[in-house]
């Protein structure tokens, strides 16, 4: 058996389980935010339902639109906060400590390998950088999730992608991601698992493994995974707060693909208007113009990403007409970034430092889009009318491509601005 | 259950946020929410569109964010069903959890023009295009879902089996 089926296997009770086969398994951690609880709050509700199956394993995360861009954002926020008093959730964030989601679990050791985690937001597929099975779902999933501890799950096909060679300079899990989905297609994971490996994966940092898994959902995939290691163990064995397991796929596991790279002919990757699969070698790309820049997100809003950027911007300026947001993903986040002294850094090349949000990545606030406009961002959608108006445009990159653009207001390789 | 409607065609990999963009996010009435359903892509859609009418997309229709608002918005602007090449995972699961028909149908798809009749029997799974004289069979749903929507969606279903 693969990882996958391994994990959702012992969540549902079996000895094994077969691609296609619909079970019925246990759930770890169930995880909303002030745009999807709502929602499975109302649904809960509504059937009757009193009390959470345990209330340290449902957690609620407001950071879409947060800080409150509104009247009717800080009224989402609000059911959320009554919700999570009224059921003494353990795992409730906001103001200063809330962060973006999917940085925020695996930091503060809420989800670890060998979980089972549902949660009604798409990019849920991140804690398979730890060797957990997590995936999105909606609201509906959530409340029931919520109320029985259990959903319902078809257990997909794996596609193995095997990751060679040396990782080129500038290269990070970001380009090795829109590298593939630029290869197999937004659909070409469809229903599937992805299971990431081979001995650039070995090496790959934790930062840059969550960001592998995070855009899993981009390719259609319904959960991207990397077996636990040493670096799994470095970084869970300080934080997690629940006892883990480490699963593996088994030598002779079936999959449906296998897809092998080798990484030392990847560049630097842009996803170029309007699908995570428009990508191109940034040496490629020509003369694009840009007018924002946004680094962050729970894709690359953590502190690997922060450092690569302070790295290229260090005694830097920001182009005239260009702006640039800087969005570090936790409150720790934040804090490291200003401690080792990156916020001088941004500060000193005229960007912006937002508290940690989710904001400008979906168009909600910190950073919306006029008509015209373009966006170079570490984030991980750039369809059409995704940062604002239906007319603006997302070049997706890693951090350091974006910071190298800012610099140079249009969209530039990292070596133009570092020497 | 039988729709029959009109055709509204749209492309391949149409996202979540064409169908319902997230600056309208910040509510999650269903009236509200199919006022601006399908904007982005087709800005007359929301007032032209007449209940029963069907959208008929091509692949991996709902790609994107798991945003139920997506589904709650189709049903809400009064279509009977959508027919795709197929769909984005998330959205496939929460149009079955909330009780808006779909089904997977490529030759149909292919067949369609925005205007021609549909007729859809979702227990069959036999699509009818009326205007052009042609019929095709869907991809059979599972059992188990085909369950679900029988008992009404998956909060029905859960509490039909007691939590």
Redesign the interface.
């Known amino acids: 058996m693969t990882i996958t089926e391994k994990i959702l296997a012992k969540h549902a009770g079996l000895k094994e389980v077969v691609p296609g086969e ?1 079970i019925n398994a246990r759930v770890d951690i169930a995880l909303g935010n002030d ?2 609880a ?2 499975a709050i ?2 809960f509700r ?4 009193k009390k959470v199956f345990n209330r340290k394993r449902v957690v609620l995360i407001p950071d ?2 947060t800080p409150n861009k ?1 009247i ?2 800080a009224a ?1 926020c609000k059911v959320l906060k009554e919700f999570a008093i009224e059921q003494r959730l353990t795992h409730y964030f906001e103001g200063g400590d809330v962060g973006v989601e999917h940085a925020l679990l695996p930091e503060k050791g809420i989800v670890g390998p060998g979980d089972l985690v549902i ?4 990019h ?1 597929c991140t804690y398979g950088a730890l060797g957990a099975f997590s995936t ?6 959530l ?2 999730a919520m ?2 501890g259990k959903l ?1 799950f ?1 257990v997909p096909e794996s596609v193995k992608f095997v990751f060679r060679g040396r990782l080129r300079k500038w290269v990070s899990g970001k380009d090795l991601i829109l590298r593939t989905i630029g290869d197999i297609g ?2 070409g994971a ?2 599937r698992a992805m299971e990431f490996t081979g001995s650039v994966i070995k090496k790959l940092s934790m930062d840059s493994r969550l960001a592998m898994c995070n855009m899993a ?1 981009e390719a ?1 995939g ?1 959960n991207g995974i990397i077996e636990p290691d040493e670096t799994t163990e470095e970084y869970v064995k300080r934080r997690t707060e629940r006892a883990y397991k480490f699963y593996s796929s088994d030598r002779d596991a079936e999959y449906s693909d296998v897809i092998e790279y080798d990484c030392s002919k990847i560049e630097p990757q842009v996803a170029c208007p309007h ?1 995570p699969e428009n990508t191109k070698n940034v040496t490629e790309v020509g003369n694009i113009p840009i007018d924002q820049v946004v680094i962050g997100s729970c894709t690359n809003g953590r502190l690997e990403d922060m450092q690569v950027a302070a790295r290229v911007l260090k005694g830097k300026k920001v182009a005239k007409y260009t702006r640039l947001i800087v969005i570090p993903a936790t409150p720790f986040i934040y804090e490291e970034s200003m401690r080792r002294g990156w916020f001088d850094v941004f500060l000193k090349a005229g960007g912006v430092i937002s508290p940690p949000t989710c904001g400008p990545c ?3 606030h910190m950073g919306v889009l006029a008509a015209g406009e373009r966006a170079v961002a570490t984030t991980n ?1 750039n ?4 940062m604002g108006d ?1 007319k603006s445009e997302v070049y997706l990159t890693n951090p350091a491509v974006a910071a190298a653009s800012a610099v140079k207001g249009r969209i530039a390789h990292p070596d133009e601005v570092v020497r | 259950m039988k729709i029959k409607g009109r055709v509204w065609k749209f492309g391949k990999d149409i996202d979540t946020d064409r169908i319902i963009p997230a600056r309208y996010l910040t509510t999650s009435d269903p009236a509200e929410l199919a006022k601006y359903c399908m904007e982005d892509e087709d800005p007359s859609f929301s007032k032209n569109v007449r209940a029963g009418d069907i959208i008929v997309a091509g692949k991996n229709f709902g790609c994107g964010s798991s945003r139920e608002h997506a589904p709650i918005a189709i049903k809400a602007a009064g279509v009977g069903c959508v027919v795709a090449k197929s769909f984005a995972r998330i959205f496939f699961r929460n149009s079955f959890n909330m009780g808006l028909p779909i089904l997977e149908c490529p030759e149909a798809v292919g067949s369609a023009r925005t205007g021609d009749i549909f007729e859809v029997d979702m227990a069959s799974g036999e699509i009818r295009n009326v205007t052009r004289k042609k019929k095709f069979k869907a991809r059979p749903v599972p059992p188990f879902m085909q369950e679900l929507v029988r008992a009404g969606g998956l909060m029905k279903w859960i509490k039909k089996k007691g939590f």
């Open positions: 619909l745009i999807t709502p929602i109302k649904a509504k059937i009757g339902a879409h639109f509104d009717q954002s989402q949660g009604a937001d798409s849920t999105g779902v909606g609201s509906t999933d409340a029931a109320i029985t319902w078809k937004v659909d469809l229903y959902i259609g319904k699908l979906l168009g909600g959608r369809f059409v009318g995704r239906v």
